[in-house]
């Protein structure tokens, strides 16, 4: 038989037991005395690694084009001089090559086509040296500060094409990617064309940001019903 007295006293535990509970940093009423949960953490988002530029070409070709040319020409004139001053006679294209040059005047057509040959020639390899070449490659926003990534347009285009083949609707669809521009042709045989253009618009649209390419193409949507109908 209990009386007032054990009553007060088991009130009495329970108050020291709730305080030690929090003076010890524990939640009080937590089961086996258990820490609070900590707050979940932020994951960071993809860091910006700078701007992304267009990829540039090697040239291999042409490079290796001017080279045999340059080294051909100059192993032949040293060969010639060498020989000159060695007593022998100079060669044949270099003696008509220096009376050309001495009787012909500048206004001759083959002087004046020669040059304009040369210039052209100039103006090619300053091109090929001044632009980054490799137009089938767009560049891909860039996520950390030396990595580089590029996507090729063909690919582009074949994602782009599944994406669009997932429309109700759309029975084929034709994708052009270009530096700028993305266009897409498909052939609708049932629903309205409204509604599917509005369709492949809002999908595409989500295709081309997933793609994370660098500068955002410009999306062009045309529908039409299949020949005949």
Known sequence: MTGPGSAGGAEAREGADGRSGERSGERPGAAGGL???APDATVPGPVDGGPAGRFWSARRVPAALVALVLLGATGLLLYDVAAVRAGRTAMAW???LAHELAVRHLDDPWVMGGAAAAMALGVWL????ATPGLRAVLPMRRTAPDIRAGLDRPAAALVLRDRAMEVSGVQSVR????RRRARARAVVHFRELDEVRGDLGTVLDD??????LTHRLRLS???QRPKGR
């Open 207 to 212: 295709g081309l940001r997933q793609l994370d």
């Open 35 to 37: 820490p609070a949960a």
């Open 126 to 129: 300053l091109v090929l040296a």
């Open 221 to 223: 949507v045309d529908v």
């Open 94 to 96: 270099r003696r008509r």
């Open 175 to 178: 994708i052009t990617v270009g």
